[in-house]
């Protein structure tokens, strides 16, 4: 036998399988899936067994060396995605492989503990004679396989006295392995299903004619605006998929992963539910993984990755917020989890739910504008509830008027009014830190990084901080570049916004909770839950406000600066920002009393902001699609980029000259922009610049650029320089 192996080595041009002869001591142990250890030039490296085949032992191949785990790594299923991966985005198959089975190369294995049985011919303790060998004996025929110390600590007694029945012969002791269950320490509950209203029932009712269906050809698009309920719809496909003995996978974002989303996934389905994301230990992970690869969970929640979980096969797959950005894998290879997700659907006749209050014009158009996808609408709130009343507030009319602080003056005198109703108060700017540009007003000098071309942000801790790289430092007292004293903290961040509101509102308790304030485990958890539980007032933050947070005692939202994302150099700022403030407004209002929302602005006028004003989102999508049409930008082209970056920037700059010459040679129908700098033209000391292809046709790109890296990986000497590809890029 021989096996087909990947081999495991950085280098793009490496993506073929290599041949290994299978030596009698490994026949039959190894299968597709296995990892290996495969010798390679002089050293021995890992592989993955993609292929075996009964072709008899050549002499001229080498024989395997290793088999690296007893169980295979990967299934059949994971792999052609893999190959499909590296079709699609253009990267080497076993880098594609390793992305989809990362949880298990941390292997750190099951973590192994000594559990006690009651022994089969034991005699039963008399209750009268030895209570406390009665109250162990009690305790482990309902829960077998409890260590020493957890009998012991069940049964009101000291751990001597299970020793002594294990010395005795009563209980006998066995290994066994121990989940590391992540939701472990949480409380358990039960929660049943509601009865769904109208729009919820036809949305539920119309995916499971699909899964009954199975042809892997339903993808339904749910809009429904923010508290229609679309969790309430994804749950019970659920339970029908799960009835129908199918199994389910749903991303969220990573930011919206939060304690409250697990809480209802787990007290709906229990144990049947796996979570993944970046938060848990690798143990955990590891058992989160193992419960799925043996069919114990039937559900992974999870983040972006969670698409490539080892289920058997899926039958329904969710995405929700299916807009979001983080969706996006912004290293390679840079997939995209929604195009993940519909290719897999191919693969195993899953249906395919994206739900979103905000979708991505991508989708709303494949769903009304006459393409593959169904659209599904909640268009309002559930039971009673109403949309809540947006204001825009004109931060220029407030310069007039000599504002010049934080808060206009209506912001103000509605958090006061919250204040003294005792109601809650959510305040949403998208940046962290203190203040966002540090300037001498004497010689103009903008503090930046010195390793990136990003100005440093001052944090309240006193140190200057780059929010790419992570350098800090100090704060200079005088301006590094003339000595003055007139060094300015201009630009504001969340901290500044809840120094703000102590020092206006001193009696307000005020929480933050943004990348700063949740580096600590169980933080993000804590800082949600002490404001449902309303024990603090207002609650500052970045976009982790904006996801997903059900609290109903939140009647208003103020943001800060709707205007930050609006001026990005990014095709999709517009989308984004409409994005942004649809959901952060989202946020007010879920309780019994109708919200309100406050964006304040130095653009009242841009259909982005009127629009989230207006919960118009096909007034949105009208104006943003003339204007893709109009620029020519997705949906209607497809793009591609390559970044090239390097140490050297006139290297940089010849590198990307090269490639568009190389794109210009090539007959494939693409329209080339740039080379030019990007817009950060240097991140952690490497210059970047980049080229973008535009073409009516995806594979155009793929063609183009596969021609041109060709060319430049074979003709030119940029050694130093790296190059990679992103199609379909989110951002640039
Ligand atoms: P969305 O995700 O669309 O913003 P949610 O799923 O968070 O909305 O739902 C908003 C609230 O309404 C939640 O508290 C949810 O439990 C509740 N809910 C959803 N559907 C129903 C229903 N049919 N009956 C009663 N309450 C519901
Ligand atoms: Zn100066
Ligand atoms: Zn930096």
Same mark, same amino acid.
């Given at each position: 036998?021989?096996?087909?192996?990947?081999?495991?080595?950085?280098?793009?041009?490496?993506?073929?399988?290599?041949?290994?002869?299978?030596?009698?001591?490994?026949?039959?142990?190894?299968?597709?899936?296995?990892?290996?250890?495969?010798?390679?030039?002089?050293?021995?490296?890992?592989?993955?067994?993609?292929?075996?085949?009964? %072709?008899?032992?050549?002499?001229?191949?080498?024989?395997?060396?290793?088999?690296?785990?007893?169980?295979?790594?990967?299934?059949?299923?994971?792999?052609?995605?893999?190959?499909?991966?590296?079709?699609?985005?253009?990267?080497?198959?076993?880098?594609?492989?390793?992305?989809?089975?990362?949880?298990?190369?941390?292997?750190?294995?099951?973590?192994?503990?000594?559990?006690?049985?009651?022994?089969?011919?034991?005699?039963?303790?008399?209750?009268?004679?030895?209570?406390?060998?009665?109250?162990?004996?009690?305790?482990?025929? /309902?829960?077998?396989?409890?260590?020493?110390?957890?009998?012991?600590?069940?049964?009101?007694?000291?751990?001597?006295?299970? $020793?002594?029945?294990?010395?005795?012969?009563?209980?006998?002791?066995?290994?066994?392995?121990?989940?590391?269950?992540?939701?472990?320490?949480?409380?358990?509950?039960?929660?049943?299903?509601?009865?769904?209203?109208?729009?919820?029932?036809? /949305?539920?009712?119309?995916?499971?004619? /699909?899964?009954?269906?199975?042809?892997?050809?339903?993808?339904?698009?749910?809009?429904?605006?923010?508290?229609?309920?679309?969790?309430?719809?994804?749950?019970?496909?659920?339970?029908?998929?799960?009835?129908?003995?199918?199994?389910?996978?749903?991303?969220?974002?990573?930011?919206?992963?939060?304690?409250?989303?697990?809480?209802?996934?787990?007290?709906?389905?229990?144990?049947?539910?796996?979570?993944?994301?970046?938060?848990?230990?690798?143990?955990?992970?590891?058992?989160?993984?193992?419960?799925?690869?043996?069919?114990?969970?039937?559900?992974?929640?999870?983040?972006?990755?969670?698409?490539?979980?080892?289920?058997?096969?899926?039958?329904?797959?969710?995405?929700?917020?299916?807009?979001?950005?983080?969706?996006?894998?912004?290293?390679?290879?840079?997939?995209?989890?929604?195009?993940?997700?519909?290719?897999?659907?191919?693969?195993?006749?899953? &249906?395919? &739910?994206?739900?979103?209050?905000?979708?991505?014009?991508?989708?709303?158009?494949?769903?009304?504008?006459?393409?593959?996808?169904?659209?599904?609408?909640?268009?309002?709130?559930?039971?009673?509830?109403?949309?809540?009343?947006?204001? #825009?507030?004109?931060?220029?009319?407030?310069?007039?008027?000599?504002?010049?602080?934080?808060?206009?003056?209506?912001?103000?005198?509605?958090?006061?009014?919250?204040?003294?109703?005792?109601?809650?108060?959510?305040?949403?700017?998208?940046?962290?830190?203190?203040?966002?540009?540090?300037?001498?007003?004497?010689?103009?000098?903008?503090?930046?990084?010195?390793?990136?071309?990003?100005?440093?942000?001052?944090?309240?801790?006193?140190?200057?901080?780059?929010?790419?790289?992570?350098?800090?430092?100090?704060?200079?007292?005088?301006?590094?570049?003339?000595?003055?004293?007139?060094?300015?903290?201009?630009?504001?961040?969340?901290?500044?916004?809840?120094?703000?509101?102590?020092?206006?509102?001193?009696?307000?308790?005020?929480?933050? #909770? $943004?990348?700063?304030?949740?580096?600590?485990?169980?933080?993000?958890?804590?800082?949600?839950?002490?404001?449902?539980?309303?024990?603090?007032?207002?609650?500052?933050?970045?976009?982790?406000?904006?996801?997903?947070?059900?609290?109903?005692?939140?009647?208003?939202?103020?943001?800060?600066?709707?205007?930050?994302?609006?001026?990005?150099?990014?095709?999709?700022?517009?989308?984004?920002?409409?994005?942004?403030?649809?959901?952060?407004?989202?946020?007010?209002?879920?309780?019994?009393?109708?919200?309100?929302?406050?964006?304040?602005?130095?653009?009242?006028?841009?259909?982005?902001?009127?629009?989230?004003?207006?919960? $118009?989102?096909?007034?949105?999508?009208?104006?943003?699609?003339?204007?893709?049409?109009?620029?020519?930008?997705?949906?209607?082209?497809?793009?591609?980029?390559?970044?090239?970056?390097?140490?050297?920037?006139?290297?940089?700059?010849? %590198?990307?000259?090269?490639?568009?010459?190389?794109?210009?040679?090539?007959?494939?129908?693409?329209?080339?922009?740039?080379?030019?700098?990007?817009?950060?033209?240097?991140?952690?000391?490497?210059?970047?610049?980049?080229?973008?292809?535009?073409?009516?046709?995806?594979?155009?790109?793929?063609?183009?650029?596969?021609?041109?890296?060709?060319?430049?990986? +074979?003709?030119? +000497?940029?050694?130093?320089?790296?190059?990679?590809?992103?199609?379909?890029?989110?951002?640039?």
């Amino acid at each position: 036998m021989q096996a087909e192996v990947l081999v495991s080595i950085a280098h793009h041009q490496v993506d073929k399988v290599f041949y290994y002869n299978i030596p009698p001591s490994l026949a039959g142990r190894v299968q597709v899936g296995s990892r290996v250890l495969v010798p390679f030039g002089r050293r021995k490296i890992e592989g993955y067994v993609v292929g075996l085949n009964p %072709a008899p032992n050549q002499e001229e191949l080498k024989d395997l060396a290793a088999l690296l785990d007893e169980d295979p790594v990967f299934t059949p299923l994971q792999l052609a995605l893999a190959r499909w991966m590296a079709a699609y985005y253009l990267c080497p198959t076993v880098k594609a492989l390793r992305a989809i089975i990362w949880p298990l190369l941390q292997i750190k294995g099951p973590k192994k503990v000594k559990g006690l049985w009651p022994a089969v011919c034991g005699n039963v303790p008399d209750p009268r004679r030895a209570p406390k060998s009665a109250a162990v004996w009690e305790v482990i025929q /309902a829960r077998p396989g409890l260590t020493r110390k957890e009998l012991a600590e069940a049964a009101g007694v000291s751990p001597r006295v299970v $020793d002594s029945m294990v010395a005795r012969g009563l209980l006998t002791s066995k290994e066994r392995i121990e989940l590391r269950d992540p939701c472990r320490n949480l409380p358990e509950k039960r929660s049943f299903p509601p009865v769904l209203y109208g729009e919820q029932l036809r /949305a539920v009712k119309k995916i499971i004619e /699909a899964l009954d269906k199975n042809d892997g050809r339903h993808v339904f698009l749910l809009h429904g605006v923010t508290g229609s309920g679309k969790t309430e719809v994804y749950l019970q496909a659920i339970a029908a998929a799960l009835n129908r003995g199918k199994q389910a996978i749903v991303l969220v974002p990573e930011i919206a992963l939060t304690p409250q989303m697990i809480d209802i996934f787990r007290s709906r389905f229990g144990h049947q539910v796996a979570v993944l994301h970046s938060r848990l230990s690798d143990g955990e992970r590891y058992d989160e993984y193992h419960r799925l690869r043996t069919g114990e969970a039937k559900v992974v929640l999870g983040a972006r990755s969670a698409i490539f979980s080892p289920l058997e096969k899926p039958g329904l797959i969710i995405l929700d917020e299916e807009h979001e950005p983080s969706y996006k894998q912004e290293e390679s290879p840079r997939y995209h989890a929604r195009t993940v997700a519909l290719r897999l659907a191919g693969y195993t006749g899953a &249906v395919v &739910v994206l739900g979103s209050a905000t979708p991505s014009l991508e989708s709303y158009c494949q769903a009304a504008g006459g393409g593959t996808y169904q659209l599904l609408e909640l268009n309002q709130r559930v039971g009673e509830l109403t949309l809540p009343s947006v204001h #825009l507030i004109d931060l220029r009319r407030e310069l007039r008027k000599g504002n010049k602080g934080i808060f206009s003056e209506a912001l103000q005198e509605a958090i006061t009014d919250r204040l003294s109703r005792r109601e809650q108060v959510i305040l949403f700017l998208n940046r962290r830190g203190y203040s966002t540009l540090v300037v001498c007003r004497e010689c103009g000098l903008v503090l930046k990084c010195p390793h990136c071309d990003i100005s440093l942000t001052y944090h309240a801790s006193g140190r200057l901080r780059c929010h790419y790289c992570n350098y800090s430092v100090m704060a200079p007292s005088l301006c590094p570049g003339c000595g003055s004293h007139y060094v300015a903290y201009l630009g504001m961040g969340t901290q500044k916004v809840e120094q703000e509101i102590r020092r206006l509102f001193p009696a307000a308790r005020v929480l933050r #909770l $943004d990348s700063d304030t949740v580096g600590r485990r169980g933080a993000h958890r804590e800082i949600i839950e002490t404001f449902r539980e309303g024990e603090a007032d207002i609650l500052v933050g970045t976009q982790m406000v904006a996801k997903g947070l059900d609290i109903p005692g939140v009647t208003l939202v103020g943001v800060i600066n709707a205007d930050i994302s609006l001026h990005m150099p990014d095709f999709r700022a517009s989308e984004r920002t409409f994005q942004l403030l649809t959901q952060v407004a989202g946020r007010s209002g879920r309780g019994k009393k109708k919200g309100e929302v406050m964006i304040q602005t130095y653009s009242p006028e841009h259909y982005a902001i009127t629009c989230a004003q207006n919960h $118009d989102y096909r007034g949105f999508y009208r104006r943003e699609m003339a204007m893709r049409r109009a620029l020519g930008y997705p949906p209607f082209t497809h793009l591609a980029r390559l970044l090239v970056t390097g140490k050297l920037e006139r290297e940089v700059q010849e %590198a990307a000259d090269f490639l568009a010459q190389a794109v210009r040679t090539t007959n494939a129908p693409v329209e080339l922009l740039g080379p030019a700098p990007a817009p950060i033209g240097r991140i952690k000391d490497r210059y970047r610049w980049h080229l973008v292809l535009k073409a009516p046709v995806q594979n155009f790109l793929r063609e183009a650029a596969t021609a041109a890296l060709n060319d430049f990986y +074979n003709m030119s +000497n940029y050694r130093r320089v790296q190059v990679s590809i992103d199609i379909a890029p989110q951002s640039m």
